[in-house]
């Protein structure tokens, strides 16, 4: 029902992720995609309802990605040569959470018994 390269397409431009991360993007996207999917009701979607529904699918897979990479050391180099810590998600994981809890609750109403329970890491 959802079309997997619209959501892939929003969760590159809300994630900010780079293209060369494309496998490992891609089954995290298709997680949210499915588990999206599986909480509708079908009955009640409509076709006007698809957009909110993938727009929900990729604030999932955005939530997932900063949850994972905030897990990740972000280890670089300064050009003086020196360690340093970069690309830290930590500070994204609340506003990542509020986007997802925004997106869901826009289609919650597509959902058996009207809800999502929303799930952290």
């Known amino acids: 029902m959802l079309d997997f390269d619209k959501v ?3 969760f590159y431009q ?3 992720c780079r293209n060369d991360k494309t496998a490992e993007v891609e089954k995290l996207v298709a997680e949210a995609l499915k588990a999206v999917e599986y909480s509708l009701d079908v009955d009640r979607v409509s076709w006007d309802d698809v957009p909110a529904c ?3 699918a990729a604030c ?3 939530y997932d990605y900063v949850c994972r990479e905030a897990c990740r ?3 670089a180099v300064t050009i003086a ?3 340093d810590i970069n690309g830290d998600f930590s500070h994204r994981i609340d506003a990542a959470a509020e986007l ?3 997106a869901m609750a826009r289609i919650e109403w597509l959902m058996p018994g009207g809800g999502f329970m929303f ?3």
């Open 14 to 16: 809300l994630s900010g």
């Open 54 to 56: 993938e727009y929900a």
């Open 60 to 62: 999932m897979a955005v």
């Open 100 to 102: 997802k809890k925004q």
């Open 8 to 10: 892939l397409l929003s």
């Open 81 to 83: 040569g020196s360690a």
């Open 119 to 121: 799930e952290t890491m």
């Open 73 to 75: 050391e972000q280890n």
